[in-house]
């Protein structure tokens, strides 16, 4: 079975990725800068940065639902983290409470999906 990933980019468009692409973007984003200009920035690179460490570092394993949870969890976790990076650094309360609300649902979400990995493939992540 050739396992495929689709990323859908800012067009619209959906792309399909075989495992040597895969590979390759997930480099080409780890190695990405934002151009940081203040300690907030460096902090929200650092989180984006253990992100794609994390998901780089995971073996696809051609089962749909538990591959998109393994994927979708540190990528939960990097929303998790800029948020806290919000609530330290922001300024507008609007984007602070936007910011309690992603960590709420984020973390539940987090928490949902290690439970359903370990019921479902008795693995824990």
């Known amino acids: 079975m050739m396992l495929a990933l689709g990323l859908t980019m800012g067009s619209g468009t959906t792309m399909l990725l075989r495992p040597a692409a895969i590979a390759s973007a997930r480099q080409s984003m780890a190695n990405m800068t934002m151009g940081s200009k203040s300690a907030g920035d460096t902090e929200m690179n650092a989180a984006m940065t253990r992100m794609m460490r994390r998901m780089s570092a995971m073996k696809l394993t051609g089962t749909q639902d538990r591959d998109f949870m393994m994927m979708m969890i540190p990528h939960h976790q990097s929303a998790v983290d800029m948020a806290r990076i919000e609530l330290r650094r922001g300024t507008h309360p609007e984007l602070k409470?936007?910011?309690?609300?992603?960590?709420?649902?984020?973390?539940?979400?987090?928490q949902r999906m290690q439970g359903w990995l370990k019921t479902w493939y008795r693995q824990s992540p």
């Open 97 to 110: 409470s936007l910011a309690r609300d992603i960590i709420k649902s984020q973390d539940q979400e987090i």
